[in-house]
């Protein structure tokens, strides 16, 4: 899937070049961008042996495309929900949120880090989605 970006808040109104958002095959894609211009990208994908995985690249400002996709869960499974939610704060704070066999989970970023561990919710049981916002302080909301 090809990807356009407009240019950053400050620069005169253009679109970049388009760019790849995630390695082929790609299903649905979901952005999310902030007032920086930085771009991250999430599908689920087939990781093989039946289980699947959610794949989130990060595009910088500048960059002809994403670097290389982290997946969660790393090893992928076979009871992953359908959809994701991502989140992007100006700072470049992060977080993704899925849940798994009835489980929430959620895996967060600093701005400028990299994607920290799979994490369960605690308390959380037969839930049926998720959606995650985060602020420039890295304060996460799940519901």
Not at 60 to 68: C, S
């Amino acid at each position: 899937m090809l990807a356009w970006s407009a240019a950053a808040a400050g620069a005169a109104p253009t679109w970049l070049a388009p760019f790849d958002a995630l390695p082929q095959p790609a299903t649905f894609i979901q952005p999310a961008m902030n007032a920086a211009g930085e771009i991250l990208f999430v599908d689920r994908s087939d990781v093989g042996g039946g289980k699947s995985a959610f794949r989130v690249a990060a595009r910088e400002p500048g960059a002809g495309g994403p670097g290389a996709p982290v997946l969660f869960p790393p090893a992928g499974s076979t009871t992953l929900a359908p959809i994701s939610s991502l989140a992007l704060a100006d700072d470049g704070h992060a977080i993704l949120a899925w849940y798994d066999a009835g489980v929430a989970f959620y895996a967060l970023r600093a701005p400028g880090g990299t994607w920290g561990a799979a994490t369960a919710l605690p308390g959380s049981a037969n839930v049926t989605g998720v959606v995650a916002g985060v602020d420039g302080s890295g304060r996460a909301t799940l519901g």
